[in-house]
C-alpha cells in the first residue's frame, strides 16, 4: 500500500510559478510510475504529466507542455511538478498518483493522494 501526501498548493497571480510536492511512503516508490492530474469544479479529473520509474521519459498534457516540468527523486521518495507561466484556467485540485503503468489515463493509477488546491488569479 503507497500513501502519497501532495503539498505546495497554494494562490498565486497569473504568470506567477508555484512547485508541487509528492512524498511516498508505503512502497517501493522507484517501482512505480507517477503522474499528476487535476479537477476543476464542475469538470473530470484531467490528465496532467506523468513520469516513468527511472526517470527516463516523461509525458504531458498539450495545455500545459512547455509550461510545466515533472521530475522525480527516487533517494526521497518525492515526485515534483514545477509549474511555471501560471494561468487562471490552471486553477483545480491537483492530485499526483502512482501507477505499475506508464500512462496518462487516470484509471491506470492504483494510488492517489489528498490533492491540493491551486488558485491562480487573472
Known amino acids: 500500500q503507497v500513501q502519497l501526501v501532495e503539498s505546495g498548493g497554494g494562490l498565486v497571480q497569473a504568470g506567477g510559478s508555484l512547485r508541487l510536492s509528492c512524498a511516498a511512503s508505503?512502497?517501493?516508490?522507484?517501482?512505480?510510475?507517477m503522474g499528476w492530474f487535476r479537477q476543476a469544479p464542475g469538470k473530470e479529473r484531467e490528465f496532467v504529466a506523468t513520469?516513468?520509474?527511472?526517470?527516463?521519459?516523461?509525458l504531458y498534457a498539450d495545455s500545459v507542455k512547455g509550461r510545466f516540468t515533472i521530475s522525480r527523486d527516487n533517494a526521497k521518495n518525492t515526485v515534483y511538478l514545477q509549474m511555471n507561466s501560471l494561468k487562471p484556467e490552471d486553477t483545480a485540485v491537483y492530485y499526483c498518483?502512482?501507477?505499475?503503468?506508464?500512462?496518462?489515463?487516470?484509471?491506470?493509477?492504483?494510488?492517489w493522494g489528498q490533492g491540493t488546491q491551486v488558485t491562480v488569479s487573472s
Open positions: 498518483a502512482a501507477s505499475r503503468y506508464y500512462s496518462d489515463s487516470k484509471s491506470g493509477y492504483t494510488y
Open positions: 508505503g512502497g517501493t516508490f522507484s517501482n512505480y510510475n
Open positions: 513520469i516513468r520509474w527511472s526517470g527516463t521519459s516523461t
